[in-house]
């Protein structure tokens, strides 16, 4: 057997077209333009990256883009206080505070100061909990895309069972309780399961953010389950840097039914899932309907 590939690429440019032309219909119909302003200190290059390529994207996407960039050794206080000018700031429905921050700053204070309705990342401590107790709430970015390719690809997942490798408070966790949402049997699995390939096999949705890279093999996966890859590793092979995921593509691609790729499945998913958050946060903030097929 060989598993069908989910192209997260092509997917995710429908999720930002679907964005795009609902944000256009917020323009003509009631004069709103939804905003993001991301927050980046310092100067870590791959986070550099990212925070241009959101950017790009926003403006792509026909919201308008806010970007901060402080010094490395910006303070506390400092920070805070535009968080709260962000808070206030009615052009502003998302805020985004561009992860790692330095050390010398205290991650959890930072990310709680967010407005929980503006937090489109979804890692304020309301929003977990609200996501926990099956509230509406906004959801992080990546697991929202994971979800989406699945229901995508799948339809309905009731009944389905579904095995989370990685515990982490950004995928891990959040993915399982999205998947809880939809009445799927859900694991949690991580580094200390015992007989993790075995546990990994009586999965129908096997989804791999343990960020060790190729560690899921085809021995790990059930014969036709569902693959869905969060890993982006940089790893040195025959003298070239190459990016590859958690999963050992081929070996389970020979196994699975179906599978994201890395790069071009989930990777390209997470920007298109914020756009889609903060354009839910605006449509909300506005008592407006939200968009459909773009939220948990
Ligand atoms: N750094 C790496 N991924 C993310 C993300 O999804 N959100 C934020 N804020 N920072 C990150």
């Known amino acids: 057997m060989t598993a ?26 009631h004069g709103i333009q939804p905003g993001l302003a991301v927050v980046l200190v310092g100067e870590d290059p791959a986070s550099q990256v990212y925070v241009s390529s959101k950017g790009k994207q926003t403006v792509e996407a026909g919201m308008a883009s806010f970007e901060h960039k402080l010094e490395a050794d910006t303070s506390e206080a400092d920070l ?11 052009k502003v429905h998302g805020i ?49 895309g994971c979800l989406m390719m699945l229901r995508d690809h799948h339809g309905k997942l ?43 096999r009586g999965a129908d949705i096997l989804v ?12 790990y996966v059930k014969p036709g389950a569902t693959v869905i890859d969060v890993g982006i590793n940089r790893i040195e092979r025959d003298g070239k840097t190459k990016l590859v995921g958690d999963v ?15 790069p071009g499945g ?3 998913m997470t920007i298109a899932c914020l756009l889609a958050n903060t354009l839910t946060a605006c449509c909300r903030a506005n008592g407006l309907p939200e968009p459909s097929g773009l939220t948990a």
């Open 158 to 200: 009731a009944g389905m069972n579904a095995v989370v490798v990685g515990r982490s408070n950004i995928v891990g966790k959040p993915m399982a309780q999205l998947l809880l949402g939809d009445s799927c049997t859900v694991t949690i699995a991580h580094s200390r399961t015992k007989d993790l390939a075995a546990v990994c």
């Open 266 to 268: 989930v990777g390209p």
């Open 248 to 262: 050992e593509f081929a070996s389970a691609a020979a196994v699975a039914g179906a599978i994201t790729p890395v």
């Open 4 to 29: 069908a590939i989910i192209d997260g690429k092509a997917f995710a440019a429908k999720v930002r077209g679907e964005v795009a032309a609902h944000v256009a219909r917020l323009k003509e119909e």
């Open 80 to 90: 805070l206080a535009l968080i709260d000018r962000l808070n206030k700031d009615p």
């Open 208 to 219: 791999a953010a343990v960020g060790r890279p190729e560690m899921i093999t085809g021995e």
């Open 96 to 144: 985004l505070v561009q992860l790692p921050l330095p050390g010398h700053l205290n991650s959890e204070l930072v990310i709680n100061s967010i407005d929980p309705a503006k937090d489109v990342d979804g890692f304020h401590i309301s929003n977990v909990g609200l996501l926990g107790t099956g509230q509406k709430s906004m959801v992080p970015c990546t697991p929202l």
